[in-house]
């Protein structure tokens, strides 16, 4: 079956270390997003990608670095900049037809500082 | 700006009783409407989806919404509540057209007592 896997999921970070979030899909969507979740505050996009080498910034992107090598591939690198960077983080994908389908979501990632 | 609002963090509910889930948008034009599931530690499944035409939208697991514009409201229903329901639930809207922005409301997290 067609989906998003997530890995690890659980990951810890140190202080002053930079950490990366595997996200990947076999569902052919040309999107790909990132999302991170606080408990009360819904999702808010830190980062997604259209196409391949293309990526734009969200609503939180500072403190985070994405790529875009391969389709099917968008990591997320939670920098040492990124002062709080405890919470859940979810990557989804879609299509880009213009028709507006929904997206689907990976399991997530669970942050946590040591 | 589009924005999403769900009035109500928490809901408890007896096993079989009805259930309704508000949710409130703000767009400028005809909205694309969805709602998620998310159980613990998960990501987001996708529930229903409204784009056009019946106002009444039927979803997985039972679930169905009403899409009135006049009250700019996408209220998540469902005759009778299974405990297997507890989870989050979110309602999304998105942008038609061009890039996917998708605005999440906070969430309302039901709780189901027996």
């Known amino acids: 079956d067609g989906g998003i896997t997530q890995s690890p999921k659980y990951l810890f970070r140190k202080e002053g270390q930079n950490v990366t979030l595997s996200c990947e899909q076999n569902?052919?969507?040309?999107?790909m997003y990132w999302y991170r979740q606080d408990p009360g505050q819904g999702l808010r996009l830190i980062y997604y990608s259209q196409i391949v080498n293309d990526f734009q910034k969200g609503d939180i992107a500072e403190g985070y670095s994405v790529s875009r090598e391969k389709k099917e591939s968008f990591p997320l690198t939670v920098t040492s900049a990124q002062k709080n960077p405890t919470a859940f983080y979810l990557c989804?994908?879609?299509?880009?037809?213009?028709?507006?389908?929904?997206?689907?979501f990976g399991d997530g990632t669970r942050l946590s500082i040591l | 700006a589009q924005s999403v609002t769900q009035p109500d963090i928490h809901i408890t509910v007896s096993e079989g009783a009805s259930l309704e889930l508000r949710c409130n948008y703000s767009y400028g034009a005809t909205p694309y409407l969805f709602w998620y599931v998310q159980s613990p530690g998960q990501g987001l499944q996708l529930l229903l989806k409204?784009?056009?035409?019946?106002?009444l939208v039927q979803g997985i697991k039972g679930f169905e919404a009403e899409f009135k514009r006049s009250q700019s409201s996408f209220n998540l229903r469902k005759p009778s509540v299974h405990w297997s329901d507890a989870a989050e639930y979110f309602c999304a809207v998105v942008s038609s057209g061009g890039y996917q922005k998708v605005t999440f409301g906070t969430g309302t997290k039901l709780q189901v007592i027996p």
């Open positions: 989804a994908s879609s299509t880009v037809d213009g028709t507006n389908q929904p997206q689907h």
């Open positions: 569902l052919n969507h040309d999107a």
């Open positions: 409204y784009f056009s035409g019946d106002t």
